[in-house]
């Protein structure tokens, strides 16, 4: 099928895989983006926003985590995307259906646990079909440009539209569509790793082989780094995006075209960041572009803290909503690069599972009481301290891009000759 299209797999399964992803990202964030109408149907309040967006989260963790490890051992990926990608669609369209918060709830909860693999399931397909050359941008393109392009470009104004003249229950059953028509492409098109299909080349990893258990997982120093900075960015990251509408809408006075407005400028700074610091990163090294980018990160929670203008506020958000382009570096590439292909995916489960659960299940819950209590200007104050800290600890990572791994080890044999 690629070459009737003129395509290489690599590419074939880029594209599928960034479609998919960028769905996964507006049912996640359909909940956030409608919230407002949402909460006045439902009599809703921010600590249930909290732990809407909680419920997910956590699900999502230990799901990635579990059937990520189970895909390892097992050497399947193709049969548990399909059938994650089935479910999440599904039940993101019985949500549109639900009368109570506590259905809503449950919803969401089978929604992360179907989400959760994917992310470790579809990069474990996309580093065993990538070359060397563009192993940073592709995997930038998935967990970067495609939820930006989808979840907050291009699902936003159009989900609003639907809510505005049909309401918001239909948005919901709209949202289901896409994933399912991808299910099929994935049941069409994808294959396992190992079937003829990939132009990979081998990745250079920097740690020793492990023996394959969780505790050898742990032994490697920059899995370690790397969970430290998804908890912080995870932080930084969900505090922004569940709760930046309600506090625009309530606190900011914007109206809910505006709204719109800021949504759409994170989602075109998550498109282009998402693929251009990744892209960086496979030529100037993954440590120093991981800590750019989320130090300019933290600029985005304070413009929304202190500029009024609309305009001016969506293009500061353009420029400084950075950090999203190194979540595919701490929770894909640095990890895929570090430890033995065999722990690829229970290595990316872990990582961004440990994050969701205490950066987006266990911080947003808090944020949530905390804005009822002090007002929801609280939820941006910690994604300032949440960025801060993450680019720092980003700087403690050692270094796996294959540019300045392959210099570092051609000055070694140098040295070593001479």
Same mark, same amino acid.
């Given at each position: 099928m690629a070459k009737r299209l003129g395509l290489t797999y690599e590419n074939l399964l880029l594209a599928i895989l960034f479609f998919t992803f960028g769905t996964v990202f507006i049912d996640r964030t359909i909940i956030t983006t409608l919230f407002p109408k949402i909460s006045a149907d439902l009599g809703l309040n921010n600590s249930q926003l909290g732990l809407l967006a909680g419920a997910?989260?956590? #699900?999502?963790?230990?799901?990635?985590?579990?059937?990520?490890? *189970?895909?390892?051992r097992l050497g399947k990926r193709k049969p548990l995307l399909l059938l994650a990608v089935v479910i999440f669609s599904l039940a993101c369209g019985f949500a549109g259906a639900a009368q109570t918060f506590a259905v809503l709830f449950l919803l969401?909860?089978?929604?992360?646990?179907?989400?959760?693999?994917?992310?470790?399931?579809?990069?474990?397909?996309? *580093?065993a079909a990538s070359s060397e050359r563009r192993r940073g941008v592709n995997m930038g393109l998935l967990q970067g440009s495609a939820p930006g392009?989808?979840?907050? *470009?291009?699902?936003?104004?159009?989900?609003?539209?639907?809510?505005?003249?049909?309401?918001?229950?239909?948005?919901?059953?709209?949202?289901?569509?896409?994933?399912?028509?991808?299910?099929?492409?994935?049941?069409?098109?994808?294959k396992e790793?190992?079937?003829?299909?990939? #132009?990979?080349?081998?990745?250079?990893? #920097? +740690?020793?082989?492990g023996k394959g258990s969780l505790g050898d997982l742990f032994k490697y120093y920059n899995v370690r780094v790397c969970v430290v900075v998804a908890v912080l960015a995870c932080t930084w990251f969900f505090a922004i995006i569940n709760f930046m509408p309600t506090f625009l809408e309530k606190d900011r006075h914007f109206k809910s075209g505006t709204m719109s407005l800021m949504l759409s400028a994170l989602g075109a700074a998550w498109v282009f960041w998402g693929f251009f610091a990744p892209a960086l990163s496979d030529r100037f090294g993954r440590k120093p572009v991981m800590f750019t980018f989320l130090l300019i990160g933290v600029l985005a929670p304070l413009a929304l803290l202190h500029v009024s203008n609309p305009y001016l506020l969506a293009a500061l958000l353009f420029l400084t909503f950075t950090g999203p382009g190194c979540f595919s570096l701490f929770g894909a590439t640095i990890p895929a690069e570090t430890v033995p292909r065999y722990l690829v995916a229970t290595a990316l489960g872990t990582v961004m599972g440990i994050g969701e659960i205490l950066g987006a299940?266990?911080?947003?819950? &808090?944020?949530?009481?905390?804005?009822?209590?002090? +007002?929801?200007? &609280? #939820?941006?104050? &910690?994604?300032?301290?949440?960025?801060?800290?993450?680019?720092?600890?980003?700087?403690l990572v050692r270094e796996t891009a294959p540019v300045k791994v392959g210099k570092r080890l051609e000055a070694t044999e140098y040295v070593a000759a001479h």
């Open positions: 997910l989260a956590l #699900t999502w963790s230990f799901s990635g985590f579990v059937v990520g490890r *189970v895909s390892d969401r909860a089978v929604m992360g646990v179907a989400e959760g693999p994917v992310q470790p399931m579809m990069q474990t397909l996309m *580093v392009l989808m979840g907050f *470009v291009l699902a936003p104004p159009l989900l609003v539209w639907v809510a505005e003249r049909l309401g918001w229950r239909s948005a919901f059953y709209v949202s289901c569509l896409p994933g399912l028509i991808l299910a099929l492409l994935i049941w069409w098109l994808v790793p190992g079937q003829g299909q990939g #132009t990979g080349e081998k990745i250079v990893h #920097t +740690g020793e082989k299940f266990l911080a947003p819950i &808090v944020e949530g009481r905390a804005a009822d209590r002090y +007002g929801l200007s &609280v #939820t941006m104050w &910690v994604a300032v301290g949440a960025g801060v800290l993450a680019a720092l600890f980003s700087l």
